[in-house]
């Protein structure tokens, strides 16, 4: 299972950027994103969880509103549009995926780890 990330960059606050994460080796029914800043612990941004005839979201309070996470199914990837963005969004974008359904902000639920993405966002 690989989880393969892209999109990350360098932009000025106010900015946007998309992140992508392709899944690969299996299917998944909920995944998402971690970030950590240098010197910081590595902190929950937002998941996505589907079924059938639903799917659900859920976001960290600090990019509510700025960040929007979807999926396709087709592709087995997920992405995340970070638009309005500030220099404290600077960190190492990291995809996430769990072999469970529904959603969680805790590290110990997901099970695989994508290998990171650098956003650096400039004020």
């Known amino acids: 299972v690989q989880l393969q990330a892209c999109g990350g960059g360098l932009v000025q606050a106010g900015g946007s950027l998309r992140l992508s994460c392709a899944a690969s080796?299996?299917?998944?029914?909920?995944m998402g994103w971690f970030r950590q800043a240098p010197g910081k612990e590595r902190e929950f941004v937002s998941g996505i969880s589907w079924s059938d005839d639903s799917t659900g979201t859920f976001y960290a309070d600090s990019v509510k509103g700025r960040f929007t996470i979807s999926r396709d199914n087709a592709k087995n990837t997920v992405y995340l549009q970070m638009n309005n963005l500030e220099p404290e969004d600077t960190a190492v974008y990291y995809c996430?995926?769990?072999?469970?359904?529904?959603?969680?902000?805790?590290?110990?639920?997901?099970?695989?780890w994508g290998q990171g993405t650098q956003v650096t966002v400039s004020s």
């Open positions: 080796g299996r299917t998944f029914s909920s």
């Open positions: 996430v995926a769990r072999t469970g359904v529904g959603l969680t902000k805790f590290i110990g639920g997901y099970n695989y």
